[in-house]
Nanobody, 122 residues
Framework: VQLQASGGGLVQAGGSLTLSCAASGRTFSRYTIGWFRQAPGKEREFVAAVSWSGTSTYYADSVKGRFTISRDNAKNTVYLQMNSLKPEDTAVYYC????????????????WGQGTQVTVSS
């Protein structure tokens, strides 16, 4: 499966953005999709994940209550709705796929998109 992340941009603190992860391939609905982010000088970290059916989700503590992950298998797309953004959310955001249940480690995912930059100004 090939992934393409989009929707990043510059937003003020407290604002919102919605990221999209578009996938190619007819088996998209079989994959768990995760969002990760990497800030300058830091390791890539888990943000959120959604199961193949969309019924199970998991979030990092740092974004719980502010971010919502969802998917539309008919459109081969996963979304990350980000509200109440903070300067510390500034990072390149990546989507990734795995053909197994939810997981949070970068090494648990087999396919990666190219990333989209999110910058939150204070």
């Amino acid at each position: 499966v090939q992934l393409q992340a989009s929707g990043g941009g510059l937003v003020q603190a407290g604002g919102s953005l919605t990221l999209s992860c578009a996938a190619s391939g007819r088996t998209f609905s079989r994959y768990t999709i995760g969002w990760f982010r990497q800030a300058p000088g830091k390791e890539r970290e888990f943000v959120a994940a959604v199961s193949w059916s969309g019924t199970s989700t998991y979030y990092a503590d740092s974004v719980k209550g502010r971010f919502t992950i969802s998917r539309d298998n008919a459109k081969n797309t996963v979304y990350l709705q980000m509200n109440s953004l903070k300067p510390e959310d500034t990072a390149v955001y990546y989507c990734a796929a795995r053909g197994r249940p939810l997981a949070t480690g970068t090494s648990d995912y087999d396919y990666w998109g190219q990333g989209t930059q999110v910058t939150v100004s204070s």
